[in-house]
């Protein structure tokens, strides 16, 4: 049986009523004539069009404003929430799309970050729409973005439009071949060398061919072992310093996500009397749910990448807080589908001392409490694995021998 989804209690739909006049109903034309629906009054903001309520809440509610005594001015507040709700529902008609509406605005960053965005997207379109039509003018954009960096994929991008394009990357290449050739001495030796055949001195012939031949054979990329050895370690040290953010995230992610399926699970673990081990396999339902339930939205889904972002080795300053978000808000449903698939068979019955008591791994060996390694554990299982471990009480020390969690305190397996 899948996950059970999370209540959702809307506004009530309300229904049309025929308004009586403003004589009938003896309210006044300041209380009858209100701004036309779906118009705004810039001179009263907050001044609502009571006909727009359903007949008998209208009147119950003019009955508070004159009859309630010292709970009158609470019929005004009545209407402002009312008036609200209906402005609301015109548009998110449900609780559900208001909230999956934020979660999509917090996951890019705030409504600040969109308008960012808009701009960008903007000024990219006009870089496409130049880039398309070949203006030149785009060049100077694209250094202000790529820079050294530019220079760096200058080969592989030559190479890309050669094969695209032969022809035409050939035609532009080649007034930039023929002037190297000329800045490094090439028609001056070819001259040289055809010289020597003509004057009848082939040893000097051969000689400038032999330089010809070792200029060109230069040209070719040269290895340098140096350079290299130093960008692997650099490239290493990189790597070493994301996953070290990675772990330093994933360890606030986690926290967060132990404390709040703890806090949604105590109730229910002891009013079901489970023991600690019971109360560990527990959570650990509880969690691989909720992870099938974040991974399963589509903004959470979109958006991850951007938070841990694996080719650029950054990690984004609200990563935690983004999906500590979506911890928060499925906890309630993974917790109670957990209880359910475990125990809902007990129908809320207290569950026997002792009775379905999970047995110590005896491969637990007791001794002196050893350290979780974060950044061992995600170099092992990586990211999603290492996470989905952790909950679930298995992990490697910083030398990589595999520890398990029990009572509370990590120990080898």
């Not at 004057?199 to 010809?212: F, S, T, V, Y």
Request: hydrophobic fraction near 35%.
């Amino acid at each position: 049986m899948e996950g059970i989804e999370t209540a959702v209690i809307d506004a009530p739909v309300e229904t049309t009523a025929v308004t009586e006049p403003a004589e009938a109903s003896g309210e006044t034309i300041e209380e009858s004539q209100g701004t036309p629906a779906g118009q705004e009054n810039p001179d009263q903001p907050d001044k609502q069009d009571r006909r727009q309520n359903p007949d008998a809440l209208r009147k119950t509610l003019k009955w508070l404003r004159e009859n309630g005594g010292e709970h009158s001015a609470q019929a005004q507040a009545i209407e402002r929430i009312l008036g609200e709700s209906k402005s609301y529902k015109t548009v998110y008609p449900t609780v559900r799309e208001a909230r999956e509406a934020r979660q999509a605005i917090d996951a890019v960053g705030g409504v600040q970050k969109i308008a960012e965005l808009q701009q960008s997207i903007t000024r990219y379109q006009d870089i496409d729409a130049r880039l398309e039509a070949g203006d030149a003018s785009v060049i100077d954009d694209i250094l202000e973005t790529g820079g050294k960096g530019l220079t760096k994929i200058l080969p592989t991008l030559i190479e890309k439009l050669g094969e695209a394009d032969a022809a035409g990357i050939q035609a532009v290449m080649r007034p930039h071949a023929v002037k190297f050739m000329e800045s490094q001495g090439l028609v001056n030796a070819i001259d040289s060398m055809v010289a020597s055949f003509n004057e009848g001195k082939p040893d000097e012939a051969k000689a400038w061919l032999a330089r010809i031949v070792q200029w060109y054979k230069g040209l070719g990329p040269k290895a340098n072992p140096e350079q290299e050895a130093w960008q692997k370690e650099r490239d290493q040290m990189h790597q070493e310093r994301y996953q070290e953010k990675v772990s330093a995230t994933f360890n606030q992610i986690i926290s967060h996500a132990e404390t709040v399926l703890d806090k949604q699970l105590s109730a229910d673990i002891k009013r079901l009397g489970l023991s600690p081990e019971q109360a560990q396999l527990l959570k650990e339902d509880a969690w691989k749910k909720l992870e099938k339930l974040r991974n399963a939205d589509s903004v959470f889904d979109k958006n991850k990448d951007t938070k841990f972002n694996d080719k650029t080795r950054q990690v984004a300053a609200d990563a935690a807080t983004f999906v500590n978000r979506y911890t928060d808000r499925f906890a309630e449903e993974a917790c109670a589908w957990a209880v359910r698939m475990r125990y809902g068979h007990l129908k809320g019955t207290v569950a026997a001392p002792g009775a379905a008591t999970v047995k110590p791994n005896p491969t637990v060996a007791p001794g002196t409490p050893v350290a979780l390694d974060h950044s061992a554990t995600l170099a092992k299982l990586g990211k999603r694995g290492s996470e989905d471990a952790i909950l679930r009480g298995e992990g490697y020390t910083k030398d990589g021998k595999k520890i398990i969690k029990q009572n509370g305190k990590w120990k080898y397996a």
